[in-house]
């Protein structure tokens, strides 16, 4: 994360449409409009908030009604710096997920396609940084921090792995990993 917030502090500094000018002396886009009016600034405005992938990117661009032509120049220019990075992207979105939210696979692949990531770059990273044996791990870790909580209430034995199950449902695991870590707690 560290590596992350120095890329968005140098993409604040080179927010100034005038710290980077093309041949006719005018900020990326070629924008008259100010610098709000400018397409790099506001790209680099996004990024400075948080890191996003390309075709997230693309649209937010032109939903502020930037001509194809200059958000095409500045996705290029960013690519260039290497301020937009879609396998970086789904690096930090799943290693984000894994850490902080204790998420499954299914939670991740949806969380990365609503940030428009490829269906390819989705498997790979998956299978890189989430395989079978790290997601059980995890499952079985968020188990025993469920367990004691639910014990700590009172809550019978019957009644917690049901809950535990459902809980580990709802953040994405599958019916198999669920039912693995469970019994592995139980015996």
Known sequence: ???????????????????????KGQGIAGSSGGKRGNCWYVATMLLGVRPRSV?????????????VEEVEKTISKCLEFKYLDDKQFAKIVCDSMILRKNS?????????????????????????????????????ETVGKKREQLKKRGVSEKLWYRRIGQYLMGRGFSGDVVREALEDIEG
Do not use: H, W
């Open 1 to 23: 994360m560290q590596k992350v917030f120095l890329k968005c502090n140098t993409i604040n500094k080179m927010r100034d449409e005038n710290s980077v000018k093309n041949s």
């Open 104 to 140: 499954g696979k299914k939670a991740i692949v949806n969380k990365m396609r609503n940030f428009q990531l490829a269906g390819d770059l989705i498997t790979q990273t998956i299978n890189e940084y989430l395989p079978p044996e790290k997601e059980l791990e995890l499952a079985k």
């Open 55 to 67: 075709a997230e990117m693309r649209k937010r661009l032109l939903a502020k009604r930037f001509s």
